[in-house]
């Protein structure tokens, strides 16, 4: 049994999805964004954003006043670039979080 | 953009080159006094202001060009100031532009405008406002004109309809390149 069990648990480490996830780049950044009121502001952001060759999608939360960017394989953003990237469209990005997608 | 309200007929097409700057051409015309502009205009964000449920902007809006009338012409200049608040329920304007076309015309004029969001869309979906404007000619006889209107946004187009108390039909609409 214990046998058994070692072998799940290294199975489950060296599987793909544990694999990816262990590289993972933080590849999605989630900006919350001031200022940002009405869908000509939503159209400016993705405008500017989706410029960018690193860029894989864009979404835009109105009510959560947030910009959702998913990167493109290894391709990476810092948050300085993303926040003059916000300043550019016109607006104020005042936090930004990273996390995996997928 | 266009905006259409009784004899008043006006094109602007602007280029922002950056976040705080646009240039383009002005063309107006009143059907009423044959008066036609046209003219190269900048507009200038001055100031912006991002707040976590609203933002407000001062604009500067100018322009140089030609006018004429049926009898004469003239060299013509403009400048006004726009300001606005808005959050996801509200909205407010004031503009004014003086304009001084030599002896075409010579003019100021003022925009107050007040406006709510009956429902609240979001991102992609559409938006409509209901907004009441009063616009202030002093130079005029019959100088207040008010003009309820309904404000539609989708995606990147702007559309408003409205009709004055007096009758003048409007119809103004904007895309965003």
Redesign the interface.
């Known amino acids: 049994m214990t046998r058994f069990l070692l072998a799940l648990l290294a199975a489950l480490t060296l599987s793909p999805a544990s694999f990816a996830a262990q590289n993972c780049t933080q590849n999605q950044m989630v900006l919350e964004v001031?200022?940002?009121?009405?869908?000509?502001?939503?159209?400016?952001v993705k405008k500017v954003l989706e410029r960018e060759d690193g860029v894989a999608n864009v979404?835009?939360?109105?009510?959560k006043?947030t910009v959702t960017m998913v990167m493109k394989d290894n391709s990476v953003m810092d948050d300085a670039y993303a926040t003059e990237l916000i300043?550019?469209?016109?607006?104020?990005a005042?936090s930004i979080t990273r996390s995996c997608k997928g | 953009m266009t905006e259409n309200q009784g004899a008043e007929h006006n094109l602007d097409v602007i280029y922002t080159l950056t976040p705080h700057f646009g240039m383009g051409v002005h063309v107006a015309t009143d059907t009423d006094d044959d008066i036609t502009h046209i003219a190269l205009a900048a507009n200038g964000l001055l100031w912006r202001g991002n707040y976590p449920d609203a933002q407000a902007n001062i604009f500067l809006l100018s322009g140089v060009g030609y006018s004429e009338d049926d009898h004469t012409s003239s060299a013509l200049a403009y400048a006004g100031i726009e300001t606005d608040w808005e959050n996801r329920r509200f909205y407010t304007q004031y503009q004014n532009r003086y304009l001084y076309a030599g002896d075409v015309e010579k003019n100021f004029e003022q925009k107050v405008r007040l406006g709510v969001a009956p429902y609240i869309g979001e991102a992609g979906e559409l938006h409509t406002w209901l907004i009441f404007q009063a616009d202030h000619t002093p130079e005029e006889k019959e100088n207040i004109t008010l003009t309820p209107l309904v404000r539609m946004f989708y995606t990147t187009h702007l559309m408003e309809i409205g009709s004055s108390l007096d009758g003048d039909f409007l119809f103004n609409y904007t895309y965003q390149f």
């Open positions: 001031d200022g940002m009121v009405c869908d000509f502001c939503t159209q400016s979404t835009i939360d109105l009510g006043k300043r550019q469209a016109g607006y104020k005042t």
